[in-house]
């Protein structure tokens, strides 16, 4: 994993051009969970907070890829990448309002909502 400033802190996913900074690009958002910085972490523990709406509603991939196969695999997999979140690169006041941030979380957490939101459909 070499691109671990790259990583969405919300979902895991790896978004983000290799020499960019996401917290230097206003309004950048991720393909995979929308999380938009600079606004969605705006709030207190905005990670967090939108880490567990987005397993909630269901890990929706957002971004539309042709013949994406999102599987609840993929999202664990991808989740995993959470632990190489270089967080301490992270501004001072962004890490403030998400001091609650970890990369950690439970996979049967998530696979219940995966499954619960797959039932629904
Ligand atoms: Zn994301």
Same mark, same amino acid.
């Given at each position: 994993?070499?691109?671990?400033?790259?990583?969405?802190?919300?979902?895991?996913?790896?978004?983000?051009?290799? $020499?960019?900074?996401?917290?230097?690009?206003?309004?950048?958002?991720?393909?995979?969970?929308?999380?938009? +910085?600079?606004?969605?972490?705006?709030?207190?523990?905005?990670?967090?907070?939108?880490?567990?709406?987005?397993?909630?509603?269901?890990?929706?991939? $957002?971004?539309?890829?042709?013949?994406?196969?999102?599987?609840?695999?993929?999202?664990?997999?991808? /989740?995993?990448?959470? !632990?190489?979140?270089? +967080? $301490?690169?992270?501004?001072?006041?962004?890490?403030?309002?998400?001091? /609650?941030?970890?990369?950690?979380?439970?996979? !049967?957490?998530?696979?219940?909502?995966?499954?619960?939101?797959? !039932?629904?459909?």
């Amino acid at each position: 994993m070499d691109n671990s400033n790259n990583i969405c802190p919300v979902c895991g996913f790896a978004s983000f051009g290799k $020499d960019e900074i996401i917290y230097e690009i206003l309004y950048m958002f991720c393909h995979c969970c929308s999380f938009q +910085f600079n606004l969605d972490d705006d709030v207190e523990n905005g990670f967090m907070v939108y880490r567990k709406k987005w397993i909630k509603d269901g890990l929706i991939f $957002d971004f539309k890829f042709p013949d994406q196969n999102w599987s609840l695999a993929q999202a664990l997999n991808q /989740l995993n990448n959470l !632990q190489y979140v270089q +967080f $301490d690169t992270y501004p001072k006041y962004v890490k403030e309002a998400n001091r /609650l941030w970890t990369w950690e979380y439970d996979p !049967q957490y998530v696979a219940y909502y995966w499954h619960m939101k797959r !039932q629904s459909f």
